[in-house]
């Protein structure tokens, strides 16, 4: 049965898809970034941050990984990737900033996996 850690994951890895999807459709259109993509993409950074914590939680109950050092690196990773994207991208609201944004949902969905394949 799979842990919080998990579980909390699991729910990243969907919600990632779906603003995936939202923002593939959003440069399909060809049109500006829309503002609401900016409020998903940080609702995915607020799940990642709880995540984080949660897996901050697991090490400090002593729940330990096989490598440490991997999980601390992916935790620390996950939270960082999605703000440097919308930091890189705040003055460029065009279809290429969408493409950004896309590139790092996909980042952070694929350490979520690899997250909760090393658990």
Do not use: F, K
Request: with cysteine; aromatic share 6%.
């Amino acid at each position: 049965m799979p842990g919080p850690l998990d579980q909390i994951s699991y729910v990243v890895v969907g919600y990632a898809g779906l603003v995936l999807l939202v923002a593939a459709y959003s440069a399909w259109r060809g049109r500006e970034r829309p503002p609401w993509l900016d409020s998903m993409a940080w609702m995915l950074e607020t799940l990642l941050a709880i995540r984080a914590l949660a897996g901050l939680g697991a090490l400090a109950s002593g729940d330990r990984p096989d490598s440490i050092a991997t999980h601390v690196g992916y935790l620390v990773a996950s939270v960082c990737v999605v703000p440097i994207a919308l930091g890189s991208t705040t003055e460029d609201r065009g279809p290429w900033s969408i493409g950004v944004l896309a590139v790092a949902v996909v980042a952070v969905g694929v350490i979520s996996v690899r997250m909760m394949m090393t658990l």
